[in-house]
């Protein structure tokens, strides 16, 4: 790593490392600043935040940063300059580019005579091509019972907030064989909220180190992981990130056992914390799209340019209520490959190899609106909204997954996953605000292979569950009812 030497005119000397292609400012009380001449981009942090004093002013950046606002509502001033496209951008990238202009160009002649007078982009998301975009720094955030490290073994590659969407995911170590599939589909960016505390931990980073150098490239470029642990269950050691960073895996030796074990969780009866983790992954996403999703569930390929694409489309709702962009869900056999297209999954449903997702187990959880037009659907080239749809009346309990923005409500921290219902809480708020439900006529996701039964009742699990949902009638619908108003048609 380079080295470079900045001055800060009205503070003092810091050291901060050279980025490939953004330069970070740490500053005191910023009013003019020495630049570097190879940084395309430049962005500064606040002097509030405790983590940048002097103390830490030697303190090494991993590679491929990219400007960051600090926290919204510290951030002071960023600076943008011309980009050097030859850093960052992998090949993919650059393919995905190419692809999307082209398709914008016919995709404006195909359409009315006329170019659309408001995009979709331009309508609803104004404020996406000037988005700020943000580094992946390691930091480490207490959030009530749990220590959170942020970013704590970033991806080798960084993106513009406009140039692609991160899926954002959680789970334990248990969970990490399914990040091939997902970064092999996803292509783009993938934040990742890993619950591990005690002596889940060790085993959690020399899983994540030994799939960055022995498993698939795309798991090194595009996964960011960010690990969390109980208070009460502190690991024995943590590395820094750059201990970790420098350590090699030897990957003729066995890798680390994940999959048939019995976690120090399990062990001691943890719950998990789902909500801590699906925020982490979600807050620490740095592009402007993000797709909150759970890690067994598969997206289906190329959508990130495709979605990209659809943005140039004019709206197809002819209100400006906010939207969030639905998948439908399926599921397939244990013996079934995970289909990758519409045309590959609608094979699959009709001949029964496929089917909803949950139908057996809770259908109206994400038994999406107009299933059956879906279905029928001639499939088109591209992306598009199939229909608009409202979390009411015979789908007031739906569990949607979609593709929003940072704009949406995170999820209360409160809900472990044993205790169910965990997702209702930001549902409601959605209702509440009017959110409408766009469906992706050729975007979807399938679960992990293997069709699910219903559970064996289980009494320990009842009780939590028991507990939790006194906690949501209880206790946190009274504030949400205070705090995000009420509808009649909106139930928690
Ligand atoms: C962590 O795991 C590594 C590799 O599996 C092992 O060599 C090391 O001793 C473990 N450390 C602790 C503190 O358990
Ligand atoms: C990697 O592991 C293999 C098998 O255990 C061993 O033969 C080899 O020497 C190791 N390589 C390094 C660089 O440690
Ligand atoms: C998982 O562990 C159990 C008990 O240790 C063993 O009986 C079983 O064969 C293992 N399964 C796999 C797939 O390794
Ligand atoms: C929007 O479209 C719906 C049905 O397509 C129609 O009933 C409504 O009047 C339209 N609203 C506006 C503001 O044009
Ligand atoms: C849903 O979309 C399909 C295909 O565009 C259309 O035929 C159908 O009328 C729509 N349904 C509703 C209820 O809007």
Request: with cysteine; charged share 20%.
């Amino acid at each position: 790593m380079q080295w470079l030497n900045m001055a800060l005119f009205r503070s003092r000397l810091m050291q901060v490392s050279l980025l490939t292609n953004a330069c970070l400012i740490a500053y005191l009380s910023l009013e003019q600043f020495f630049v570097h001449e190879s940084c395309s981009q430049i962005f500064t942090l606040s002097p509030s935040h405790h983590h940048w004093n002097e103390a830490n002013s030697g303190i090494q950046l991993p590679r491929n940063t990219a400007p960051y606002y600090f926290e919204q509502t510290e951030f002071s001033q960023q600076v943008s300059r011309p980009r050097d496209d030859t850093t960052v951008n992998s090949n993919k990238v650059q393919i995905k580019q190419e692809v999307t202009e082209h398709l914008h160009a016919s995709g404006i002649s195909n359409g009315a005579p006329d170019p659309p007078p408001l995009s979709l982009e331009k309508k609803m998301f104004p404020d996406f091509r000037g988005c700020a975009s943000r580094p992946s720094l390691p930091i480490q955030s207490q959030h009530g019972e749990y220590w959170i490290l942020e970013n704590y073994i970033p991806a080798d590659l960084s993106f513009r907030c406009d140039e692609s969407i991160t899926y954002t995911t959680h789970g334990d170590y248990t969970h990490l064989d399914n990040i091939e599939t997902i970064t092999s589909r996803w292509q783009g960016p993938v934040s990742i909220g890993l619950y591990a505390p005690g002596g889940d931990f060790n085993i959690t980073t020399s899983s994540i180190m030994y799939l960055r150098d022995c498993r698939t490239e795309s798991i090194r470029k595009y996964v960011t992981f960010h690990l969390i642990y109980h208070t009460d269950h502190i690991p024995e050691k943590i590395p820094t990130t750059e201990e970790l960073m420098g350590q090699k895996m030897n990957c003729s030796v066995d890798p680390p056992n994940w999959m048939n074990v019995t976690s120090y969780r399990r062990q001691k009866g943890l719950v998990y914390p789902i909500n801590v983790a699906r925020n982490v992954a979600r807050r620490m996403a740095t592009t402007y799209f993000v797709f909150p999703s759970d890690i067994e569930l598969y997206p289906s390929v190329n959508f990130i340019p495709e979605f990209l694409e659809m943005l140039k489309k004019p709206d197809v709702s002819n209100t400006t209520q906010p939207r969030v962009y639905v998948f439908p869900i399926f599921e397939v056999e244990e013996s079934s490959l995970p289909p990758k297209t519409k045309e590959e999954l609608i094979k699959m449903l009709d001949s029964k190899h496929a089917i909803p997702f949950h139908e057996r187990v809770c259908k109206p959880c994400h038994n999406i609106p107009h299933s059956e037009e879906w279905r029928v659907a001639t499939v088109k080239p591209g992306l598009s909204v199939l229909n608009v749809s409202r979390r009411e009346g015979a789908f007031k309990h739906w569990e949607p997954f979609y593709v929003g923005t940072h704009r949406e409500p995170l999820h209360d921290e409160r809900l472990s996953w044993e205790g169910k219902s965990n997702k209702m809480t930001q549902a409601y708020i959605l209702c509440v605000r009017g959110y409408e439900f766009h469906i992706l006529d050729n975007a979807f996701l399938v679960h992990r292979p293997g069709i699910k039964k219903y559970h064996r009742y289980d009494a320990s699990r009842e009780a939590i569950v028991a507990k939790q949902t006194r906690l949501l009638k209880g206790h946190i619908l009274p504030e949400y009812k205070v705090l995000f108003g009420t509808k009649s048609e909106c139930v928690l």
